[in-house]
């Protein structure tokens, strides 16, 4: 810190990072990848004049060389017109997330025991052609310190399960997919039922028809309504974008942008859930937010220079997808807060139109305030009932409409471990929400 | 040498076969937003992956750090232990005779300064300001150095440097109420082949062009595809439906089309990983199988999928050279770079446009399903084309057609070749059902 402030820079940020993790893919009862490994890295990341640096050191022998490598990067992107204040809050403390039974001291071989079974529940049901089952567990400590102050430590362990079924009937392949995964040990996966639900899913699809193209009345399920919400409002809500004129949402703080009765927030705080943590990658402590209270636009995510240049307080949303990479603006556990609707009353109010479920992945252009998501596939509902059963289809909406269009939402909320992207980043997110009755967005069917 | 060191140590800790892979890379990344240089990094890392092997047991183990080679491959080794047996393993790849690559290494990537990427990078940043309407500019740009070592006790001894670029540009406009984005981006190993000034004036001009714009309704219409709207969809031809491995699981709608027509007759797809100076070109693949070219879709007709060494040996057939991997995995199977070859089916861009009423794509991050071959996505940056001209940008429009109907229905292919992501053809057209809610 001191050699860095004696170079002149503005703000020095250390962050320290030791993984360890494991990888094992099973495919049709047969270990195709079975890996472990162990990394560390101390990233510099310094200050000067509004221009950031950035550099990576393998060991604290090479700290010397890496932070006037990240002073001489942070003097390249420096801008007078750019300079800030760095009067940012300091945070101590330290966080520990091990679980019951800690993945790392697991034995691999009951690890590939856990993999196995999921595989036989899967292959047991008729029509299932080709099962996947994947676990990646790891082990993450990272320590923070910055010229502020802030020393903040974390020892999580994150698990990961998933399952990709394909089914064959007839000349027809159908896949499905599903997880699940959260912070603490093993027991997280154990007794899971991801491989049951992917094949029954991936079956029943060797029916399923095109959905019909074109605008309808639908039923989101929590799967698809959370990645939905992580779509249509989580990323226009990133301040980076607010700030840079990149967001539909800029401008828009204190305005409606939906129905009273929809509440939607960020939440790395909850216990447990794989999109988790209790200090941001600079170190700053988490905590729950809204970005919609009662239908109105009420926060935005951000890092430390972000908060500094809307004037709010930091919300502990900068993340890095691992030592190399500088922290961005990101998304936790972002969800739609529970109604009082239950599924069967949703279902008799739409009468005619589609239940789409189950999410493969959605990305959003924020600027134009459009986004598209796609479903696993769902239903088509006549007369109050579920009738035809669908095929996989993209679904696209427009930001600022589409929670003015969400006419009720469920009573029972859930949660679904994914992984976002963001400037070739990826990390843990959790997306979640009720079931969801929506008017007008457009299916995207043959 | 480390991956030796590993290698040695997993054999004498027990392997029978034990093969490394490592790859040291310095990366100088810009980042810019709103048009201003805001990071600015620069890293070098290692890191090293160790397959070992017992029978027909295989573990790997990986790390960047502590990099002690002894130990990676001591863990590959109880990971391989650990492991039950793979009934379809046959064996780790055999050495092979490569003939090095020339055009992979571009001495003005591996000797560049922080400096010298920025100047280029704040060029193409300052060609998208080509309005006041343009409200903002971000960006990235990569410059990657690195160097690949492969070595296995079975033989495998090669090692290349290579180097690339990556840069991508986005753009927002704002004119009142009207808003409008813009992209652009390209990636190659020969810095020369990059224009910035051209990148981000495209990028601007999408961004204005986008301002006005429009809902379609449900319609069966002609869909012009650009290359840079392709990536994630021709090649994924090659890369997911061709790729061996998805084929023996049957995961593939190519599964069990081997030998039959899967596309016009005029219409042949090509996987080449000896291109000059494209992205996916190397003298050898992650396993170190000399690159190759593989006529995958020959005059319509399925041919050939493309190849690890594991997947080839499963099918008692030859690597394809088509082995990719990071130093933390097991070799998956991933396309090089993808040709589409149709001669008698080229047009200039006047003859692509010559429609009445259709939709021009410029970008879409949607690729088709696997098991059906039916893609479903969204036009995220389309124009509505009438009577041969652009039109308004089009708003929440979602394009619908299987990739069998698209092959086979192909209208025509533009002469305007250019490299995008993996794949390296021009314009196409098709006809597709195109959802909005208008």
């Known amino acids: ?446 | 040498m480390l991956v030796e060191e590993a290698v040695r140590s997993a054999i004498r800790n027990g392997a029978e076969e034990a093969e490394g892979f490592e790859i040291s890379m310095r990366r100088i990344s810009l980042s810019v937003e709103k048009g201003i240089l805001k990071t600015a990094s620069s890293t070098r890392e290692t890191g090293l992956g160790v397959r070992a092997v017992i029978g027909k047991k295989l573990g790997i183990a990986f790390a960047t750090n502590p990099l002690d080679g002894h130990f990676v491959g001591k863990r590959a080794f109880i990971n391989a232990k650990a492991s039950p047996e793979d009934p379809n393993f046959h064996s780790l790849p055999d050495p092979h005779e490569v003939a090095p690559l020339d055009c992979i290494l571009d001495p003005k990537i591996r000797d560049a300064e922080v400096e010298d990427a920025s100047s280029l990078f704040m060029e193409s940043i300052e060609a998208a300001k080509i309005s006041p309407s343009v409200v903002s500019v971000s960006g990235m740009f990569d410059l990657i150095y690195s160097e690949v070592s492969i070595f296995s006790s079975r033989g495998v001894d090669v090692k290349e440097s290579r180097t690339s670029y990556h840069i991508f540009l986005e753009v927002s406009a704002k004119d009142g109420d009207r808003r409008g984005s813009g992209f652009n981006f390209s990636d190659g190993r020969k810095l020369d082949s990059l224009d910035p000034e051209r990148l981000g004036r495209e990028a601007g001009e999408i961004a204005i062009r986008s301002l006005d714009s429009m809902k379609i309704g449900v319609e069966e219409l002609p869909v012009i595809f650009k290359p840079k709207s392709l990536p994630g969809i021709i090649p994924f031809i090659i890369d997911e439906a061709a790729n061996a491995e998805n084929l023996q699981y049957g995961r593939s709608f190519l599964t069990g089309r081997l030998s039959t027509q899967v596309a016009r007759e005029e219409v042949s797809l090509i996987d080449d990983g000896r291109i000059p100076w494209l992205i996916g070109s190397s003298s050898f693949d992650d396993e170190g199988i000399p690159k190759s070219r593989t006529a995958v879709i020959d005059n319509g007709i399925f041919r050939s999928p493309i190849y690890n060494w594991y997947a080839a040996k499963r099918d008692g057939r030859e690597s394809t050279g088509n082995a990719s991997r990071d130093y933390k995995r097991a070799p998956s199977i991933s396309a090089n770079n993808v040709l589409l070859h149709a001669p008698k089916l080229e047009m200039s861009e006047d003859e692509l446009m010559d429609v009445s009423r259709g939709i021009l794509v410029l970008y879409t991050g949607d690729t088709p399903n696997l098991a059906t071959g039916e893609f479903s996505g969204m036009a995220e940056t389309a124009f509505l084309i009438e009577r041969g001209e652009v039109k308004k940008s089009l708003r929440q429009t979602g394009i619908a057609f299987t990739i069998e109907d698209a092959l086979k229905g192909l209208e025509g292919v533009g002469r305007d070749i250019e490299p995008a992501g993996s794949y390296y053809g021009g314009s196409i057209r098709i006809r597709a059902r195109v959802s909005g809610p208008g």
Not at chain 1, 139 to 165: A, C, F, P, W
Not at chain 1, 281 to 301: P, Q, W
């Open chain 1, 1 to 446: 810190m001191s050699a860095g402030l004696e170079l002149g820079a503005d703000f020095i940020e250390l962050r320290e990072e030791r993984s360890l993790s494991t990888i094992i893919r099973v495919v049709d009862g047969v270990i195709r990848e079975l890996s472990s490994g162990d990394e560390l890295r101390i990233s510099v990341r310094t200050l000067y004049n509004g221009g950031w640096g950035f550099s990576v050191a393998g060991s604290e022998e090479e700290l010397d060389i890496a932070l006037k490598e990240s002073f001489k990067m942070a003097k390249l992107s420096s801008n007078w017109s750019s300079k800030f204040e760095v009067d940012w809050p300091s945070f101590k403390g330290g966080y520990e997330v091990l679980g019951r039974e800690p993945a790392w001291e697991v034995p691999l071989e009951r690890k590939i025991s856990i993999l196995m079974e999921q595989h036989k529940i899967a292959s047991s049901i008729k029509g299932v052609k080709n099962t996947n089952i994947h676990l990646v567990d790891s082990l993450k400590e990272t320590r923070v310190i910055n010229s502020l102050g802030t020393d903040t430590r974390q020892k999580i362990s994150r698990v990961r399960i998933s399952s990709y079924i394909f089914a064959h009937e007839s000349g027809i392949t159908e896949a499905a997919f599903e997880s699940k995964g959260g912070l603490g040990g093993i027991e997280i996966i154990e007794g899971t039922e991801v491989a049951e639900k992917a094949a029954k899913r991936a079956v029943e699809a060797l029916s399923a028809v095109p959905a019909p193209p074109g605008k309808h009345r639908a039923i989101l399920d929590p799967k698809l309504a959370g990645v939905f919400i992580h779509e249509a409002f989580g990323h226009a809500a990133e301040g980076d974008a607010v700030l840079n004129d990149e967001s539909i949402l800029a401008g828009m703080m204190g305005k409606s942008v939906g129905a009273p009765s929809i509440n939607v927030s960020d939440d790395p705080t909850i216990e447990g859930l794989y999109g988790s943590y209790r200090y941001d990658d600079e170190g700053t402590e988490a905590r729950k937010k809204y970005i919609v209270k009662g239908g109105v636009l009420s926060g935005y995510l951000t890092n430390l220079e972000v908060s500094k240049k809307l004037g709010i307080e930091p919300t502990g949303n900068a993340r890095s997808m691992d030592f190399s990479n500088p922290p961005e603006v990101r998304m936790s556990n972002t969800f739609i807060e529970a109604g009082d609707w239950s599924f069967e009353e949703m279902l008799s109010e739409v009468k005619e139109g589609i239940y789409a479920i189950g999410s493969l992945y959605g990305y959003t252009d924020p600027a134009k305030g459009q986004f598209m998501f796609k479903a696993e596939g769902g239903w088509l509902i006549e007369k109050g009932e579920l009738k035809k059963r669908l095929r996989e289809v993209a679904i696209t909406g427009m930001t600022l409409e589409v929670l003015h269009n969400v006419e009720a939402i469920g009573k029972e909320l859930s949660h679904d471990p994914g992984s976002c992207g963001k400037k070739h980043q990826w990390v843990p997110v959790t997306t979640g929400s009720p079931h969801i009755m929506v008017s007008g967005i457009v299916f995207g069917g043959r």
